[in-house]
T-cell receptor
Framework: EAQVTQNPRYLITVTGKKLTVTCSQN?????MSWYRQDPGLGLRQIYY???????DKGDVPEGYKVSRKEKRNFPLILESPSPNQTSLYFC?????????????FGPGTRLTVL | GIQVEQSPPDLILQEGANSTLRCNFS?????LQWFHQNPWGQLINLFY???GTKQNGRLSATTVATERYSLLYISSSQTTDSGVYFC????????????FGKGTRLHILP
């Protein structure tokens, strides 16, 4: 089944403790992206990647890192999480190396930083 | 950068009613998608519709790219249609960023 998977689905952590949220897709898509969703603000793009070893900042990249060593994986790294990073996070992928094709979303990761 | 505005922000309807949701964007786009976020938080693809009209069951969408808007029509609403509807566009002028509208929250009453 074609899908985007994220792990973990739920995470509660404390300020400053490094964490990684994994994202994997099995559709051989070039473009992958991370979003955060906050009440009243909708979804905002954090980082995106147009292909392996190519990443770029979205609208809210501060406090996050990403890497794209393999086509299928695009982990989101919070090196020193803070309470303002408490949010619902989505990973997405689409075919082509640009953002203009149909995007497919993972199930979301609900992160709470205490 | 491109602005994406959705209206109305909230909509409460009786089951069986029809509704039209609107997405306005401030500049040219070559990608527009409509999503439904269900009460469990899942984002479900509805339409990939940079231009033209598409239909899928009770739902249809029309994008008029030259006039910078898209409409999502829901006919004969059901309680399972409740949730938040988002449109998202590809900002051609800002590398390959994707911009979401803030959504329309739809509540269908039984």
């Amino acid at each position: 089944e074609a899908q985007v998977t994220q792990n973990p689905r739920y995470l509660i952590t404390v300020t400053g403790k490094k964490l990684t949220v994994t994202c994997s897709q099995n559709m051989n898509h070039e473009y992958m992206s991370w979003y955060r969703q906050d009440p009243g603000l909708g979804l905002r793009q954090i980082y995106y990647s147009m292909n392996v070893e190519v990443t770029d900042k979205g609208d809210v990249p501060e406090g996050y890192k990403v890497s794209r060593k393999e086509k299928r994986n695009f982990p989101l790294i919070l090196e020193s999480p803070s309470p303002n990073q408490t949010s619902l996070y989505f990973c997405a992928s689409s075919s082509g190396s640009s953002g203009y094709n149909e995007q497919f979303f993972g199930p979301g990761t609900r992160l709470t930083v205490l | 950068g491109i602005q994406v505005e959705q209206s109305p922000p909230d909509l409460i309807l009786q089951e069986g009613a029809n509704s039209t949701l609107r997405c306005n964007f401030s500049d040219s786009v070559n990608n527009l998608q409509w999503f439904h976020q269900n009460p469990w938080g899942q984002l479900i693809n509805l339409f990939y519709i940079p231009s033209g009209t598409k239909q899928n069951g009770r739902l249809s969408a029309t994008t008029v790219a030259t006039e910078r808007y898209s409409l999502l029509y829901i006919s004969s609403s059901q309680t399972t249609d409740s949730g938040v509807y988002f449109c998202a566009v590809h900002d051609m002028n800002r590398d390959d960023k994707i911009i979401f509208g803030k959504g329309t929250r739809l509540h269908i009453l039984p």
